[in-house]
């Protein structure tokens, strides 16, 4: 039995070598229709041009040469360059593989035609087949880690991409309708329905807010779009005839941590600047430090005095006074007892029984508030006043002296 010796071996790298780097452009043109021939993935429109298939059967060529003449890592490190622009093309990763293995038939091919005679067109296989066969399969494992490279940068550059119009999106920096049913595409959104925004604040200590919402509404087939930030977490949601805003709300409480604003319904994805603004200040409607979810169309008055926290501070300071002592059990008394006899339409008695407590101690209690304020709880513009002072505090806290 005949065997190569590496002598022999080295020969045979020289002749493969030579025979490449002497009709590059020669060989490329047939490699690329021999790859087209069994691999749909690179015939012309596919994911490349035919003049791109040929460049890169020619390129690899190139490389292979210089595998063998030394420069194999380089030659390894463009292979899963050349991956990586293959995954984001998106031109299947079997594909490619294939390809490689298309080439390793047709240089061995071409070193047949090349022999002398019959016996030394046999060595000139076994020898072409063992170098040819060995950088097939280094090209083959480099390319594979360079593809996987590439999804992982493709899917990151996505995302990126993502969050940046969605950005745009939310800030109110895409109005034309055109532009808008472009991100919707890119963002898996309908372009128009039926549309709210929802902005959940964070909570120290707790995880991203409703962490496990877009998965839940996924599952029901609501279509929703997402972008933590540090701050909050803000998502636009498609509302449907089968899920609506109650049924939103529903599983916004239940898995509130902390304050959650929801925007009024919008039809189209260019109004989503003007609905995030409405969402942000509806969860700054509510009292904080606490789970709420607070709707735009639903909390006007909480609303108002959070878009103007220092006018809803003085107010308060202002109206209520003394009953704003931090360290008082009686100023917390007596404004639970406000609330309560508001809450009841004006009545002691309903606002005693929900307080637990005698209808006189009620009234007892409003005299003192009238006394600490200087209001008339009889007169229509001082409730006015002492109740909105009242709901300041729920959106901006206060203290007497500040």
Same mark, same amino acid.
Request: hydrophobic share 40%; net charge negative; glycine share 8%.
């Given at each position: 039995?005949?065997?190569?010796?590496?002598?022999?071996?080295?020969?045979?790298?020289?002749?493969?070598?030579?025979?490449?780097?002497?009709?590059?452009?020669?060989?490329?043109?047939?490699?690329?229709?021999?790859?087209?021939?069994?691999?749909?993935?690179?015939?012309?429109?596919?994911?490349?041009?035919?003049?791109?298939?040929?460049?890169?059967?020619?390129?690899?060529?190139?490389?292979?040469?210089?595998?063998?003449?030394?420069?194999?890592?380089?030659?390894?490190?463009?292979?899963?360059?050349?991956?990586?622009?293959?995954?984001?093309?998106?031109?299947?990763?079997?594909?490619?593989?294939?390809?490689?293995?298309?080439?390793?038939?047709?240089?061995?091919?071409?070193?047949?035609?090349?022999?002398?005679?019959?016996?030394?067109?046999?060595?000139?296989?076994?020898?072409?087949?063992?170098?040819?066969?060995?950088?097939?399969?280094?090209?083959?494992?480099?390319?594979?880690?360079?593809?996987?490279?590439?999804?992982?940068?493709?899917?990151?550059?996505?995302?990126?991409?993502?969050?940046?119009?969605?950005?745009?999106?939310?800030?109110?920096?895409?109005?034309?309708?055109?532009?808008?049913?472009?991100?919707?595409?890119?963002?898996?959104?309908?372009?128009?329905?039926?549309?709210?925004?929802?902005?959940?604040?964070?909570?120290?200590?707790?995880?991203?807010?409703?962490?496990?919402?877009?998965?839940?509404?996924?599952?029901?087939?609501?279509?929703?779009?997402?972008?933590?930030?540090?701050?909050?977490?803000?998502?636009?949601?498609?509302?449907?005839?089968?899920?609506?805003?109650?049924?939103?709300?529903?599983?916004?409480?239940?898995?509130?941590?902390?304050?959650?604003? +929801?925007?009024?319904?919008?039809? $189209? =994805?260019?109004?989503?600047?003007? @609905?995030? %603004?409405?969402? !942000?200040? /509806?969860?700054? &409607?509510?009292?904080?430090?606490?789970?709420? +979810?607070?709707?735009?169309?639903? $909390? =006007?008055?909480?609303?108002?005095? @959070?878009? %103007?926290?220092? !006018?809803? /501070?003085?107010? &308060?300071?202002?109206?209520?006074?003394?009953?704003?002592?931090?360290?008082?059990?009686?100023?917390?008394?007596?404004?639970?007892?406000?609330?309560?006899? !508001?809450?009841?339409?004006? &009545?002691?008695?309903?606002?005693?029984?929900?307080?637990?407590?005698?209808?006189?101690?009620?009234?007892?209690?409003?005299?003192?508030?009238?006394?600490?304020?200087?209001?008339?709880?009889?007169?229509?513009?001082?409730?006015?006043?002492?109740?909105?002072?009242?709901?300041?505090?729920?959106?901006?806290?206060?203290?007497?002296?500040?």
């Amino acid at each position: 039995m005949n065997h190569v010796t590496t002598a022999e071996m080295d020969d045979r790298t020289a002749a493969v070598v030579e025979c490449i780097t002497g009709h590059l452009d020669e060989l490329a043109t047939p490699l690329a229709k021999a790859i087209q021939d069994v691999e749909p993935a690179y015939r012309d429109g596919a994911y490349l041009s035919d003049d791109e298939v040929v460049g890169v059967c020619r390129h690899t060529l190139e490389l292979a040469c210089r595998h063998l003449t030394g420069e194999r890592e380089r030659a390894l490190e463009d292979a899963r360059r050349s991956a990586k622009d293959h995954a984001k093309r998106g031109i299947p990763l079997e594909s490619a593989l294939r390809a490689y293995r298309v080439g390793g038939r047709f240089i061995c091919g071409v070193l047949l035609k090349a022999a002398d005679d019959g016996r030394e067109q046999h060595r000139a296989m076994r020898a072409a087949a063992s170098v040819t066969w060995s950088v097939v399969d280094e090209f083959s494992e480099a390319f594979v880690t360079g593809y996987r490279r590439g999804l992982a940068e493709h899917a990151a550059e996505h995302d990126a991409a993502r969050e940046r119009m969605l950005d745009q999106l939310l800030a109110g920096e895409i109005a034309d309708a055109a532009v808008a049913r472009s991100c919707a595409q890119r963002l898996r959104m309908p372009s128009s329905g039926r549309f709210v925004v929802v902005h959940a604040e964070m909570v120290p200590g707790s995880a991203t807010p409703l962490s496990r919402l877009a998965d839940q509404l996924r599952r029901r087939g609501v279509q929703s779009t997402w972008r933590t930030r540090t701050d909050a977490s803000v998502g636009i949601v498609a509302l449907g005839a089968r899920y609506g805003m109650a049924e939103l709300a529903d599983d916004l409480t239940v898995q509130a941590e902390g304050r959650i604003g +929801v925007s009024e319904p919008y039809p $189209a =994805l260019e109004g989503t600047g003007e @609905a995030a %603004a409405q969402a !942000a200040l /509806a969860a700054g &409607a509510a009292p904080p430090a606490q789970p709420a +979810v607070i709707r735009h169309d639903t $909390a =006007l008055v909480p609303m108002l005095l @959070a878009s %103007a926290t220092d !006018a809803a /501070a003085r107010l &308060a300071r202002q109206t209520l006074g003394e009953l704003l002592g931090g360290e008082s059990d009686d100023g917390r008394m007596l404004l639970t007892t406000l609330r309560a006899w !508001a809450t009841s339409g004006g &009545a002691a008695s309903d606002a005693a029984r929900s307080l637990h407590c005698h209808p006189n101690t009620v009234r007892y209690r409003l005299r003192r508030i009238e006394q600490l304020t200087g209001r008339s709880l009889s007169d229509p513009m001082d409730v006015m006043h002492v109740l909105l002072a009242s709901q300041a505090l729920d959106v901006v806290p206060v203290t007497a002296r500040e």
